[in-house]
């Protein structure tokens, strides 16, 4: 069913799926990829998991798709947190919810908020990442001229702070410049497979910032002693495998790494058979823990 919450004077929106049986159900908090909306990866694992037994929210963050928030299509890690904060609140609300057995399930650059909010917010009781992209500063400097790319982003701001328009970028595109550029994720979002009403080719040139100067990975030093579960693919161009590891490695006990023989990262978006071991995965690992 389609809901809508408050969180900081912003109206949510959201799917609530409620699976058969006499509840109170566990719940899951869903958050999912960069520029996504819930039509497209969130829904789909949120349907999965809701047929195993879970109550699911799957949400419209903040500036993304049906939700409030200006501006349109711009990525707010710190309001991505708050977003979280209220779905849980307004989950822990439900009849169908068991208000002691909520976890956060985050895929791609989800899995990092989900990681961090997990992390600091005691009424989640149970993590899990798939296909994760765990962001770090120290990460993202390595691969670029930090201090020049941090100089063109403070340049677009300042711009937009003395009364300039909001700058905006594709979101994705086969050839030529993008905020997520290559044939890959233009083969998901840039087609048929990632088509959603709430969805559209472009984010703000901003973003970016956000995605290199966030720190998602640190939840992983702080989650302990909740649970935590990392599925991702042996091959990814786009959150990388080496990220996960150093998330796992730095999550305490107990905690669980499945490696999936997935080849491209938006595999786990809509492919078979990942997205039933992904989901498999975590729902294994969910009935144990939740």
């Known amino acids: ?90 989950l822990r609300g439900r009849p169908e919810v068991d208000r002691e057995r909520i976890g956060a399930v985050g895929i791609c650059l989800g899995a990092g908020y989900a990681l961090k909010f997990a992390a600091f917010d005691p009424r989640v009781k149970v993590f899990a990442g798939i296909a994760g992209a765990y962001n770090n500063p120290y990460g993202m400097r390595a691969g670029m001229d930090y201090q020049a790319a941090l100089a063109s982003f403070t340049e677009i701001l300042e711009r937009q702070d003395q009364g300039g328009p909001v700058e905006y970028l594709p979101a994705v595109a086969a050839e030529g410049e993008a905020a997520m550029p290559g044939e890959e994720p233009f083969a ?32 992983a030093d702080f989650l302990s002693p909740k649970p935590a579960l990392i599925v991702h693919g042996v ?32 595999d786990l978006y809509d492919v078979e ?4 071991q992904a989901v498999d995965a975590t729902a294994e690992f969910l009935h144990e823990h939740l």
């Open 1 to 90: 069913m389609r809901v809508e919450f408050p969180c900081e004077g912003l109206r949510l929106v959201g799917d609530l799926r409620v699976p058969e049986g006499d509840g109170p159900h566990p719940a899951l908090v869903l958050t999912g990829p960069f520029t996504g909306v819930r039509g497209q990866v969130t829904g789909r694992y949120a349907e999965r998991l809701t047929a195993r037994g879970y109550v699911t929210l799957a949400f419209d963050h903040r500036n993304w798709g049906e939700s409030d928030g200006e501006p349109r299509r711009h990525e707010d890690p710190q309001g991505k947190l708050h977003d979280l904060r209220a779905a849980v609140s307004f």
């Open 273 to 276: 058979p990942y997205v039933t």
């Open 188 to 219: 998901y979002y840039g087609t048929d497979r990632g088509a959603s009403p709430g969805w559209r080719n472009e984010v703000t040139r901003a973003s970016v910032l956000e995605l290199i100067t966030v720190d998602n990975m640190m939840g």
């Open 235 to 266: 091959v990814d161009r786009y959150c990388s495998p080496e990220g996960a590891e150093e998330a796992f490695k730095r999550l305490s006990e107990p905690k669980r790494l499945v490696w999936l023989d997935a080849r491209e990262h938006v």
